[in-house]
């Protein structure tokens, strides 16, 4: 019996993949899994929603994405796994194709309707990809810097299923000024920052490339080393305390290279050179060898992040799989180095024990390890219980206006605004309108997300809906965004565990890493299924990784690790220690 619960018992010869958690990761292996074996996915779900972080909230016909998603990867195999199941937005002659261009993440995407594209392993030595359609590849450039990727899709089957190819804006609110994100050397910055403030960060940043920090220890090191002192404490030291609670010099430099990577003073300056120059060419929006934080174009559901993965969700319940929803794992039972089985619980108290022959886990690594019955030596059980996380509150606002705009009077054009100002415990503005407007039920109003962090036992966090709701309104309005009187309405989302910090106990994580991965059939995915902080494309690749290896009879756990790894970073650190 491959599948057992209290109730009527069900017998199948196929096996069972047990997956914990209906995030991106989750749902990610549950329909590969479907596509490609006739191994049969079990999702539980503790909370009544699909999507993990990466959800859509619904509130009074408006629309709230937790944290903003950009749908773009450096990862052709996820592209084209999004495409497949939503398009992009068909602007033009479909019979004949229609070609967008979107940037993100180092490379430039060619979109065309109607492909599509070959799919290659994730890692090598993971098997081949067995392709869910019979399809003839796409010839592939030789190189990525010969010409740009493409990704093909279908018509989608749902005018409302399709992605929309937006323009990015992220900026930086600083001095009640506009600054670009990331810094670029225009007239307009080096008036925001004044003739001091510039000399400044020009000497120190000449002094951090004369004399490197190393090794570099922390996440301060990380950043001083690339932008010089004087751009840390203006731009980077008050919006990362106030995201991590932690002071920069007492966070690993590893999530620098994680989220970070490739970006410095220098890469935002050529990137600004380039741009300049690219602008002459005729229509030439192609950013190849751009770093993540320079992107000008990505994909993004029509309705939301939430409508893929309630897509991909109806696709794994259509395909025989099963999803079984606000049901909370609390027992993982284990026979030596298996897992056999796990118990659940749901919001009644009723009790259900699930097997299966794969465990896939995106749950937190503390709340598993609290769960596992086998024996957990007691230094895996400290390093579990040091962990910590970072919470996370948005509170949407409907106003009628903003009091900042563009200069020709419209709509701030942004996605995101982050706020460096010391005198507000805001980190970030998220303008849903410009992420698509479909997100927003009326047209003339302006509908924004204001984005805390915090713990758990923080007042904030505590803190009663209405009164959230007015301390965020005065926070807006004291730093000059809107004013008060223009606030009609709002709505306030708490997402616990949203970010895996790296301090606390991180800095022996290898100690647990090592426990877990001793279990041969558990698979741990997801950001905080490793404790990692990963992007929706990193948690789809672990799980699709894990998958790769299962069918072909061969995980690499450790390949599993070392997605969304710096690789440059690592070998820097090797070096500094040598």
């Not at 426990?515 to 990193?538: A, I, P, T, W």
Request: proline share 5%; charged share 25%.
């Amino acid at each position: 019996m491959r599948y057992v619960t209290s109730g009527p018992a069900r017998t199948s010869v196929k096996k069972t993949a047990l997956i914990i958690g209906a995030g991106p990761a989750g749902l990610t292996a549950a329909l590969e899994f479907l596509r490609r074996s006739d191994i049969v996915p079990v999702v539980l779900e503790a909370s009544d929603e699909i999507g993990g972080i990466s959800r859509t909230i619904k509130y009074k016909g408006y629309r709230m994405d937790i944290g903003g998603h950009r749908f773009f990867s450096k990862s052709d195999r996820v592209m084209q796994w999004w495409i497949d199941l939503m398009p992009p937005e068909t602007v033009g002659d479909a019979a004949t194709g229609v070609n967008h261009q979107i940037s993100y993440q180092g490379k430039t995407r060619e979109v065309t309707v109607p492909a599509h594209l070959h799919q290659e392993p994730v890692l090598r030595g993971t098997g081949p990809i067995q392709h869910h359609i019979d399809v003839e590849a796409e010839e592939q450039p030789e190189t990525a810097e010969e010409v740009a990727a493409k990704v093909v899709a279908h018509e989608p089957p749902d005018p409302d299923l399709v992605m929309l190819i937006r323009p990015r804006k992220s900026r930086i609110y600083y001095l009640r000024k506009f600054f670009d994100y990331p810094i670029t050397l225009t007239a307009t910055t080096l008036k925001n920052l004044g003739a001091v403030r510039t000399v400044k960060v020009g000497v120190s940043y000449m002094k951090s490339r004369v004399s490197q920090i190393a090794p570099e220890k922390s996440l301060e090191d990380f950043l001083i080393n690339r932008f010089g002192r004087q751009l840390y404490l203006t731009f980077f030291k008050s919006y990362t305390e106030k995201v991590w609670g932690t002071p920069c010099n007492e966070i690993s430099a590893e999530w620098g290279a994680q989220r970070i990577k490739g970006l410095s003073l220098t890469s935002a300056v050529k990137h600004f050179v380039k741009k300049a120059v690219s602008r002459k060419k005729k229509g030439d929006l192609a950013q190849k060898g751009t770093d993540t934080s320079l992107i000008e174009r990505f994909m993004y559901p029509k309705l939301g992040p939430g409508q893929l993965w309630e897509h991909v969700a109806d696709l794994v319940k259509e395909k025989g799989g099963e999803i079984h929803m606000n049901w909370r794992v609390d027992k993982i039972h284990c026979e030596g180095e298996r897992v056999v089985s796990v118990d659940a619980v749901n919001r009644s108290g009723e009790r259900r024990t699930f097997a299966g022959d794969y465990f896939f886990s995106t749950m937190p690594m503390r709340e598993l390890v609290t769960a596992i019955d086998a024996p957990v030596p007691a230094n895996v059980r400290e390093v579990s219980d040091g962990l910590q996380y970072r919470d996370f509150i948005t509170v949407g606002l409907l106003a009628d206006r903003l009091k900042v705009r563009e200069p020709d009077g419209g709509l701030l054009k942004d996605t995101w605004i982050y706020v460096q100002e010391p005198d507000v415990l805001l980190g970030r503005l998220q303008i849903f309108n410009n992420w698509s407007p479909y997100l927003v039920a009326d047209s003339t109003k302006v509908w924004i997300g204001l984005e805390y962090f915090c713990y758990d036992t923080d007042d904030l966090w505590k803190m009663p809906d209405e009164d959230l709701k007015k301390f965020a309104i005065g926070e807006v309005a004291k730093i000059g965004i809107l004013n008060a009187e223009d606030v009609s309405d709002g709505h306030v989302v708490r997402v616990p565990k949203t970010y895996p910090a790296y301090f606390g106990t991180y800095n022996r994580f290898d100690e647990l890493r090592e426990f877990v991965d001793g279990f041969e059939n558990l698979f741990l995915v997801g950001r905080n299924g490793m404790h990692k902080y990963n992007n929706q494309d990193h948690s789809m690749l672990t799980a699709m990784t894990a998958v790769d290896g299962i069918i072909a009879g061969n995980v690499d756990k450790a390949g599993l690790w070392e997605i969304n790894t710096e690789q440059e970073y690592h070998e820097e650190k090797g070096k500094s220690r040598a």
